[in-house]
């Protein structure tokens, strides 16, 4: 059984910085994308960017330059570093996984979900 679990969200001022984290229990098969996505109020689910087994990354145009994802295979982590966070960027925020690469940044595609970690920006 895979288990996501996120954590590091919390309330910062606009221009300020968080990371969040997401640890992953349980076997999954290689290659394997993890995502990360958020959620604001009355908005739909978005993929803001992902990580592929090798490294590889990918974003959205709405945080390049600003997030950044890593990975730690050995501790079966992946990190979401956000900088220059915007009011606009207040939203929860979750990590998935899915099989395969991280082509599709696409919430319908991935397998499992973490429970979500609340981010929230002030101006």
């Known amino acids: 059984q895979v288990q996501l679990v996120e954590s590091g969200g919390g309330s910062v001022p606009s221009g300020g910085s968080l990371r969040l984290s997401c640890v992953l229990s349980?076997?999954?098969?290689?290659?394997?994308?993890m995502g990360w996505f958020r959620q604001a109020p009355g908005k739909e689910r978005e993929g803001i960017g992902g990580?592929?087994?090798?490294?590889?990354?990918r974003y959205a145009d709405s945080v390049k330059g600003r997030f950044t994802i890593t990975r730690d295979n050995a501790k079966n982590t992946v990190y979401l570093q956000m900088n220059n966070l915007k009011p606009e960027d207040t939203a929860m925020y979750y990590c998935?996984?899915?099989?395969?690469?991280?082509?599709?940044?696409?919430?319908?595609?991935?397998?499992?979900w973490g429970q979500g970690t609340q981010v929230t920006v002030s101006s």
């Open positions: 998935a996984t899915v099989y395969g690469r991280c082509s599709r940044l696409l919430p319908g595609i991935f397998d499992y």
């Open positions: 349980g076997y999954m098969f290689s290659p394997f994308c």
């Open positions: 990580i592929d087994s090798d490294g590889n990354t």
